[in-house]
Antibody, heavy 118, light 108 residues
Framework: QAQLVQSGAEVERPGASVRVACKASGYSFTGSHIHWVRQAPGQGLQWMAWINPPTGGTDYAQRFQGRITTTRDTSMSTVYMELSSLRSDDTAIYYC???????????WGQGTLVSVSS | DIQMTQSPSTLSASVGERVTITCRASQSIDIWLAWYQQKPGKAPKLLIYRASTLESGVPARFSGGGSGTEFTLTISSLLPDDFATYYCQQYNTYSDGAFGQGTKVEIK
């Protein structure tokens, strides 16, 4: 069945960068956009970015412009999200999610906890 | 950016009760609205898309309605498995503020 499997938890220092991977399986990787959504501890969901796997085209939320980069490796059916200049308030669970034909997010990764602490 | 406002933020209800959550968009999003259920420690799960279409496998006690700027999620008869946090999401444009702040459905 279709699934997204993310890389493991990361602990980073303020000012560092982190890269989270999201591997797709069970469906055509180039058939759907992949989005990134994060959730700070005890908080709601925050949309961050999307990437279109066949073209590599991207779009980012204004608040992350200049700090976020999403890329893909079509040979590995994997997308990556890199966030730089990390701050303590970037501590969150980061999810990747597949955009369905309707536009909603029908498949989610299990989440990756990124902790930023000195 | 389009902002989404959910109400209430917390809802206390009993098993068997009918509950309704409201989501308002700061401008019209036609029917481009989804509802998700999230349980502690888990990723969100898609319940409804296009405002009122039930995702495959989701029980029929869940229903969605609305268009334009006002939307609702109704659970016709709460089961113990339904106690969770629910989020609305507009996908007319993917942008900051796309998700509502969430509604936690608690056991009364």
């Amino acid at each position: 069945q279709a699934q997204l499997v993310q890389s493991g938890a990361e602990v980073e220092r303020p000012g560092a960068s982190v890269r989270v991977a999201c591997k797709a399986s069970g469906y055509s990787f180039t058939g759907s956009h992949i989005h990134w959504v994060r959730q700070a501890p005890g908080q709601g969901l925050q949309w961050m970015a999307w990437i279109n796997p066949p073209t590599g085209g991207t779009d980012y939320a204004q608040r992350f412009q200049g700090r976020i980069t999403t890329t893909r490796d079509t040979s590995m059916s994997t997308v990556y999200m890199e966030l730089s200049s990390l701050r303590s308030d970037d501590t969150a669970i980061y999810y990747c999610a597949r955009q369905s034909r309707s536009g909603a997010f029908d498949i989610w990764g299990q989440g990756t906890l990124v902790s930023v602490s000195s | 950016d389009i902002q989404m406002t959910q109400s209430p933020s917390t809802l206390s209800a009993s098993v068997g009760e009918r509950v309704t959550i409201t989501c308002r968009a700061s401008q019209s999003i036609d029917i481009w609205l989804a509802w998700y259920q999230q349980k502690p420690g888990k990723a969100p799960k898609l319940l409804i898309y296009r405002a009122s279409t039930l995702e495959s496998g989701v029980p029929a006690r869940f229903s969605g309605g609305g268009s334009g700027t006002e939307f609702t999620l109704t659970i016709s008869s709460l089961l113990p498995d339904d106690f969770a946090t629910y989020y609305c999401q507009q996908y007319n444009t993917y942008s900051d503020g796309a998700f509502g702040q969430g509604t936690k459905v608690e056991i009364k």
